[in-house]
């Protein structure tokens, strides 16, 4: 059986300064949750699978596979727009996005029960942006420049030497990038 459901709640609010200027705002919560298993059991009580004497079947048993992932994002964007004259319209925005992963993915890859695989976690990431842009507008020529930064943490660990599994692991840091943006556009009529 797979369940899936998902809810999403969403909020918009745009405001008008003046007619040069104006605000959106944007704020939303997403649910989403997954199950797949074999009807009302539990993944413990799975049956092996049996196969026929030809090995081409499976006659008896259970999928051994059962996945119960859920998530939810919480969502804030604001966007605010300003036209100066007839030439310039200035961008400027922010976005933070607050995680939840809550993941228990199992499989029996064998005939016993210690012979699985096993993907289980509950993490809680954080993502952020801001940015600012002109869009600067010719009769010839239309420029876009602006700068963006980008904030991300996994709040999770990784391998200290990713060539060795058994090198343990260390808490990973969170990283932080400067984007520039240069656009160039000629109309033609």
């Given at each position: ?52 004497d030809n ?93 963006r ?41």
């Amino acid at each position: 059986h797979w369940e899936v459901t998902s809810t999403r709640y969403a909020l918009n609010y745009n405001h008008v300064f003046s007619a040069n200027s104006y605000l959106i705002f944007n704020t939303s919560y997403l649910d989403h949750q997954s199950l797949y298993n074999v009807g009302d059991l539990s993944y413990q009580n799975y049956i092996f699978p049996e196969l026929d004497d030809n090995i081409e079947f499976v006659i008896d048993g259970n999928n051994q596979s059962y996945m119960d992932l859920k998530s939810s994002t919480i969502n804030v964007k604001a966007d605010w727009v300003y036209q100066y004259g007839q030439n310039h319209e200035f961008k400027s925005g922010v976005e933070l996005n607050q995680y939840h992963l809550d993941v228990f993915d199992y499989t029996n890859e064998g005939n016993n029960d210690d012979e699985f695989f096993l993907n289980e976690y509950d993490k809680k990431p954080v993502s952020a942006s801001i940015y600012i842009q002109d869009k600067i507008e010719y009769s010839s020529i239309i420029i876009n420049a602006g700068l963006r930064a980008d904030y991300v943490d996994v709040k999770a660990e990784a391998y200290n030497d990713i060539s060795n599994p058994l090198s343990g692991l260390k808490k990973t840091e969170p990283e932080f990038k400067l984007s520039p943006r240069l656009g160039l556009a000629y109309p033609i009529s």
